[in-house]
C-alpha cells in the first residue's frame, strides 16, 4: 500500500520541490520510502510514497521502470495474482529481478498493453503510468474502487493524487468548493464519485482507465477530460450478466462461492510483513477469519474494539469467535473520551468531508493492529454484495405498496401527515405514522432509496446556489435485475460503496500506515454473487443467508446469529454532551452567515431540536459539523475557497 502524486504539463510549471512537499504530505500512506521521477522536457513527473509489503529490499523501489525503459510507473495498490502473471510472462521470455507485483504489472503492460493487463489483474490498485514512446500519461483505477485516485485540472496542468492533502502542496492548486457536491455531501454522508469536493478536481471512477498526453490538456476541462476515460469493468454488466446466468442450485452455489472464498482469502495472505485481521463478531469478518485460520500455521493475530456503552460494543461476541478459531486476540477498550480525542484530527484524516461517524472506531480498531501488522484483512463489502443491510429486507416489503397506483397513495400519504401532526400537537409519538407516509409517497423504488439514505432531503435548500442533489446513478433508467433488494444491491455497489464505506476504510487504515485487503470485494466473489438468486442472499427478513451456512460449517450458530447492529457510535449523545461547546463554536449562526456557504436557519433549528431532546438530529448535524471542521482546517474558515456554483457534472 503506497502514495502516489504527480502532474503532466508545461514544463515550466513542474517542480520538483512542489512534488517532495506533496509526497511528505502522503507519508502516511508509505513511510517506508519516497521515489520520484522527472522528465521536464515531456512535461511528467511521477512521485511515489511506499509501504513495503512484499520485496521489501529496494528492487520493489518505484518509481519504476519496464526492462524496455518505455513505461515508468506508480501504483497503490495490491496485485494479489502476480505469482500466477510472473510464471506466465516468464514462460513468454520476460525475466525479472525482485519478486515484488509492480514489476509484474510492468511486464504485463509491456507484453500485453494496459487495457488488457489491467483485465488480468486481480486486486486493488490506483496507478499513473508514463508512456514515453507514445508521450501519454495513463491512470486507472481497481473495478470496485479500493484505492482512491483525485485529478485536478487548472489551466493545461494535470495534477493526480492519492489523497486531496498532498495537492495543497503544488502552487497552481487552487481550488474552490463546489455547492452542488457540497449539497451532495450533506444528502447523503459522502461526495460521490467521480464528483469532489472541489469544482476543479474529479475522482477517476472505479473500473476506469484514461490517457492523455500533455497537449491535449489546454482548453479543456476536468470534466471534459473526465468523459474520454474508458470503462472497462462495469457493475451494472455484471449485475445483468449475472442475472442471465443464474446458479439455481442451492448446493452447487455453496460450494462453488466456498471454494471462491477460500481462494480469495488465501491469495491475500501473501505478504512479506506481519499479517492479521480485523474481528467486528459480525458474520463477514467471522468468516474471513475462519477461513485464514483454517490455512494458516499458527494462530491468526485478530484485532477488536470494546466500547463501555453496552448499546455499541459487540466485543464478547468477537472474543468468543476468537476462542473458538484459536485466534490470538487483541482488545482494545476505547471510551469515549478516547474516541472523542479522534474527532479533532478526522479533517485531517479524511482531507475530503466524509460523515460517516463509523471513521471514529474504524480508525482507532487500524492503530490498534498496526502495533503489531502492516497487513489486516476485513469483512467488507459482505452486506453490499450478499445482502444485510435491512435497507434490502424493507425494499422487499415496500415493494409491493410501489405497486399501488399513485394516485391513490399520494393522498393517503397526506393524511397520514395530517394525523402525525395532530399526534406531535397533542404531545403524542407518531414515529411509525410518518414512517407509514413515508413508505407510500414515493414514486418508485429509487426514490424511496433515496429517502431512506438522506439526511438533509433537501440538501440543496441548505445550500445557497446549489442546484438538486441528485447522483445520475440513482434517476438513470433501472437495471432489470428482477426484484428489489437486487436493485438496491447494486445501487450500493454503484455509489455507497466506493463513495463511503471504502473511503472510510482506506483513510482510516492509511492514516496508521496499515494496508486493508476485503477479500469479499474480490471481483470474481462479486460477479459470481451477482448469479445468485435472491432467496440465497435474504429470505424472511435475514440477510447474507449463504454467507451464514458457509460460515456455520466453521462456527456454532449462537455465535454469530443475532441482529445486526452495525459500527456505530452515540452521536446523539456526544453531541448534547461533550462535543457541545465544539459544535456550538462550528455552527455559530455569524459564522455560518459570514461563510456564506450554508443557510443558518434550518441549521440553527436542528440544533436547538437536538439540544432540547426533542428530536434526534445527530446524523444530519454531524455532516455539518465535518464539512465546517473540514473547512476551518484546509480554508481557514471558507473565504478562500468560497465560489459560486458548482458546474461539474
Not at 588 to 610: N, Q, S, T, V
Request: aromatic share 8%.
Amino acid at each position: 500500500m503506497c502514495g502516489i502524486l504527480g502532474a503532466l504539463g508545461p514544463p515550466a510549471t513542474l517542480s520538483e520541490a512542489e512534488l517532495r512537499q506533496g509526497l511528505e504530505r502522503l507519508a502516511h500512506r508509505g513511510p517506508d520510502a519516497e521515489g520520484v521521477f522527472l522528465d521536464r522536457e515531456a512535461g511528467v513527473m511521477l512521485g511515489h510514497r511506499r509501504l513495503a509489503i512484499l520485496d521489501l529490499s529496494t528492487a520493489g523501489h518505484q518509481p519504476m521502470h519496464s526492462p524496455s525503459r518505455r513505461f515508468v510507473l506508480v501504483y497503490n495498490g495490491e496485485i494479489y495474482n502476480f505469482r500466477e502473471l510472473r510464471r506466465e510472462l516468464e514462460g513468454l521470455g520476460h525475466r525479472f529481478r525482485g519478486h515484488c507485483d509492480t514489476e509484474v504489472m510492468l511486464a504485463a503492460i509491456e507484453h500485453w498493453g494496459v487495457e488488457a493487463a489491467v483485465h488480468r489483474f486481480l486486486g486493488m490498485f490506483a496507478f499513473a503510468l508514463w508512456d514515453r514512446a507514445e508521450r501519454r500519461l495513463w491512470l486507472g483505477r481497481d473495478r470496485l474502487g479500493k484505492k482512491p485516485l483525485y485529478i485536478a485540472l487548472f489551466g493545461a496542468s494535470l495534477m493526480f493524487a492519492s489523497e486531496l492533502e498532498a495537492l495543497h502542496a503544488f502552487a497552481a492548486f487552487r481550488p474552490t468548493v463546489d455547492r452542488d457536491s457540497l449539497a451532495l455531501f450533506l444528502r447523503y454522508r459522502y461526495v460521490p464519485d467521480p464528483r469532489s469536493i472541489y469544482r476543479e478536481v474529479v475522482k477517476l471512477p472505479p473500473g476506469h482507465l484514461l490517457a492523455v498526453a500533455p497537449e491535449e490538456l489546454a482548453g479543456t476541462t476536468v470534466a471534459g477530460l473526465l468523459a474520454r476515460a474508458v470503462r472497462y469493468w462495469s457493475a451494472r454488466e455484471v449485475a445483468l450478466a449475472g442475472r442471465r446466468r443464474p446458479v439455481t442450485d442451492a448446493a452447487e452455489a455453496r460450494e462453488r462461492l466456498d471454494a471462491l472464498l477460500e481462494e480469495a482469502v488465501a491469495c491475500r495472505m501473501i505478504a512479506d510483513v506481519p499479517l492479521g485481521a480485523l474481528l467486528s463478531g459480525g458474520i463477514d469478518s467471522s468468516l474471513v477469519i475462519a477461513l485464514m485460520q483454517a490455512r494458516s500455521s499458527r494462530p491468526v493475530r485478530s484485532f477488536t474494539i470494546a466500547f463501555d456503552d453496552p448499546a455499541y460494543d459487540e466485543s464478547a461476541f468477537a472474543a468468543a469467535i476468537a476462542r473458538h478459531l484459536g485466534t490470538e486476540h487483541r482488545e482494545l477498550r476505547v471510551t469515549a473520551a478516547d474516541a472523542l480525542d479522534l474527532v479533532p484530527s478526522l479533517p485531517v484524516m479524511f482531507d475530503e468531508p466524509l460523515g460517516d461517524a463509523s471513521a471514529i472506531p474504524t480508525a482507532l480498531v487500524c492503530r490498534l493492529a498496526r502495533r503489531e501488522v502492516t497487513v489486516a484483512l476485513s469483512g467488507d463489502g459482505g452486506d453490499e454484495t450478499f445482502g444485510g443491510y435491512n435497507r434490502y429486507f424493507r425494499a422487499l416489503r415496500e415493494a409491493r405498496v410501489l405497486r399501488i397506483p399513485r394516485w391513490l397513495r399520494t393522498p393517503a400519504a397526506r393524511g397520514l401527515d395530517l394525523l402525525t401532526a395532530l399526534c406531535g400537537a397533542a404531545g403524542l409519538r407518531a414515529k411509525g405514522l410518518a414512517k407509514r407516509a413515508d413508505r407510500i409517497r414515493h414514486r418508485d423504488l429509487a426514490a424511496l432509496y433515496r429517502h431512506r439514505l438522506s439526511h438533509w432531503e433537501r440538501a440543496e435548500r441548505l445550500v445557497p446556489a446549489a442546484g438538486p442533489a441528485e447522483m445520475p446513478v440513482f434517476v438513470s433508467p433501472a437495471p432489470p435485475l428482477g426484484d428489489p433488494a437486487h436493485y438496491m444491491m447494486w445501487l450500493d455497489t454503484e455509489s455507497y460503496l466506493p463513495g463511503d464505506v471504502l473511503v472510510k476504510v482506506d483513510r482510516a487504515s492509511m492514516a496508521a500506515s496499515l494496508e486493508i485487503r476485503s477479500p469479499l470485494l474480490d471481483h470474481r466473489v462479486v460477479e459470481f454473487a451477482w448469479r445468485l438468486p435472491a432467496s440465497l442472499k435474504i429470505r424472511d427478513g435475514v440477510g447474507k443467508r449463504i454467507l451464514r451456512r458457509l460460515l456455520g460449517r466453521r462456527l456454532p450458530a449462537e455465535l454469530f446469529e443475532r441482529p445486526k447492529r452495525g459500527f456505530n457510535v452515540p452521536l446523539a449523545a456526544w453531541l448534547r454532551g461533550p462535543l457541545r461547546d465544539w459544535a456550538e463554536s462550528l455552527l455559530d449562526e455569524r459564522r455560518l452567515r459570514e461563510e456564506g456557504f450554508l443557510d443558518p436557519y434550518p441549521i440553527r433549528a436542528c440544533w436547538k431540536e437536538h439540544l432540547a431532546g426533542r428530536r434526534n438530529w445527530g446524523h444530519a448535524l454531524w455532516d455539518v459539523l465535518v464539512f465546517q471542521a473540514w473547512l476551518e482546517h484546509w480554508h481557514g474558515g471558507g473565504r478562500a475557497a468560497s465560489g459560486g456554483p458548482g458546474s461539474l457534472t
